[in-house]
């Protein structure tokens, strides 16, 4: 069957255009730009298919069904529109549609991602499973915190509850700004289902067991993919991947992902000459740690009030039932 997607304005090809000239001359490359093209999307599912905790963790499928579960509880929707931010491969959204298409006879699904691929991804194994469902899927930068408000309303049915899930994405964003900005799209009554990848101890004592994690050949392969399709040669960059704490106590540190130049190099991307010396820089990709005991913090910091948390045995991931603070 056909899938229509909307893009948003924040994936036109200007705005990519200037993301990427920014980046090139920050030497931060966007980090959407790993997932943009749909050799990208593939790097990046065999990846997560042989690494993330969801596909190499039964235990923690089953914690994302108990969350699942907790949240059509406490929501008790017969009108509910599931907002999937960053929805990925659509895995976890099509378990979670599984049990709340029964109970939900006014159920509306928005897939959100900035990859189409991703998003088509998603749509297509949702054809295979739940066929009827209302969807309005949207390939849209969270990074740029576009105003999501009108288009949630304009699909909405009055009366119909929303839950908003955020799988994977605080990791890879500014926490600090990120999580107010998804607060933002709560209104009372709305519920917010939040992963994030943990730190089992502080930056010490988890550094060496995580790692491995973002280390390895298929994340390098992911890596060099981007690097690859700017116009950087295998041979012109040396990969670095390294830890970095980002608070002094260490319950919050960060995985840094770089390419160091080995000869100099003059590309011309977007009308723009860029020219890097040997020795030089660029970051490719991060991905934010916090420890368990400080995510309750970390979520009230930015407006959310924390309902119930399910942690992994090994204390690798968390997922978070959260609405917003009163006020």
């Not at 490719?284 to 948390?309: C, E, I, K, Y």
Request: hydrophobic share 40%; net charge negative.
């Amino acid at each position: 069957m056909p899938v229509t997607l909307t893009f948003h304005d924040s994936q036109y090809p200007d705005r990519m255009a200037e993301q990427v000239r920014q980046g090139l001359r920050a030497r931060k490359l966007p980090g959407k730009l790993l997932y943009e093209s749909p050799a990208q999307a593939q790097r990046w599912l065999a990846y997560h298919q042989a690494y993330s905790p969801s596909r190499t963790e039964p235990a923690l499928l089953q914690l994302y069904h108990d969350a699942f579960r907790a949240a059509l509880q406490a929501l008790s929707p017969r009108a509910l529109h599931y907002v999937s931010l960053g929805c990925g491969g659509g895995n976890k959204d099509v378990q979670f549609l599984q049990q709340a298409a029964p109970r939900c006879p006014a159920l509306l699904f928005t897939p959100m991602d900035v990859s189409a691929a991703l998003v088509l991804a998603t749509m297509l194994r949702l054809q295979d499973t739940l066929p009827g469902l209302n969807t309005a899927p949207l390939v849209v930068d969270l990074e740029a915190a576009p105003d999501l408000l009108p288009w949630l309303v304009q699909h909405e049915n009055p009366g119909q509850r929303r839950l908003l899930s955020c799988f994977g994405m605080l990791p890879n964003f500014d926490y600090g700004t990120f999580l107010p900005y998804v607060r933002g799209l709560l209104r009372p009554g709305d519920l917010l289902l939040l992963s994030a990848n943990l730190s089992p101890g502080v930056y010490q004592d988890a550094v060496g067991r995580i790692l491995p994690q973002y280390d390895n050949p298929l994340a390098h392969a992911w890596y060099a993919g981007l690097l690859d399709s700017l116009g950087f040669g295998v041979s012109q960059t040396q990969p670095q991947v390294r830890p970095k704490l980002l608070r002094d106590d260490g319950h919050v540190w960060q995985i840094r992902a770089e390419a160091s130049l080995t000869e100099p190099l003059d590309l011309a991307v977007y009308d723009e000459q860029f020219r890097f010396a040997p020795g030089e820089t660029l970051q490719v990709f991060f991905s934010n740690r916090f420890t368990p005991q400080v995510m309750p913090d970390v979520l009230a910091a930015a407006g959310l009030h924390l309902l119930q948390t399910w942690l992994l045995a090994s204390q690798e991931e968390g997922i978070y039932l959260c609405e917003s603070t009163p006020g």
